[in-house]
């Protein structure tokens, strides 16, 4: 059974930091890119970071750049998105989503872009407070 389970999120000050967890079950990094997505109330769900398979590449949206890392621990079976001065334009439900894709970057890229993907975790709230 695929499983994809979110963690890390929660209340944070305007510039702090939060590392959110997407631990999956029922296949491995080396078979699916993985990508973070979030969507706030209103709002459209966008991709935030996507990481291909084995060395497939990582993908950043623009608004991201220089303040969001994405890994992966394939030991764990856990993708990572580590979030650094977090702004007001942040806050949103973020979800780990999964696709077998061609591995290329520009495959890992349209996964960010399109956002369609085979599973999705459940979500986790990332609230910024000022």
């Known amino acids: 059974q695929v499983q994809l389970v979110e963690s890390g999120g929660g209340l944070v000050q305007l510039g702090g930091s939060l590392r959110l967890s997407c631990t999956i079950s029922?296949?491995?990094?080396?078979?699916?890119?993985v990508g973070w997505f979030r969507q706030a109330p209103g709002k459209e769900r966008e991709g935030v970071s996507c990481?291909?398979?084995?060395?497939?590449?990582?993908y950043l949206r623009d608004s991201v750049k220089g303040r969001f890392t994405i890994s992966k621990d394939t030991a764990k079976n856990t993708v990572y998105l580590q979030m650094n001065d977090l702004r007001p334009e942040d806050p949103a439900v973020y979800y780990c989503?999964?696709?077998?894709?061609?591995?290329?970057?520009?495959?890992?890229?349209?996964?960010?872009?399109?956002?369609?993907?085979?599973?999705w975790g459940q979500g986790t709230q990332v609230t910024v407070s000022s």
């Open positions: 990481i291909g398979k084995s060395d497939g590449g990582t």
């Open positions: 989503a999964a696709d077998q894709i061609p591995k290329s970057f520009a495959a890992v890229r349209a996964m960010c872009d399109v956002g369609g993907a085979d599973y």
């Open positions: 029922g296949f491995t990094l080396d078979d699916y890119a």
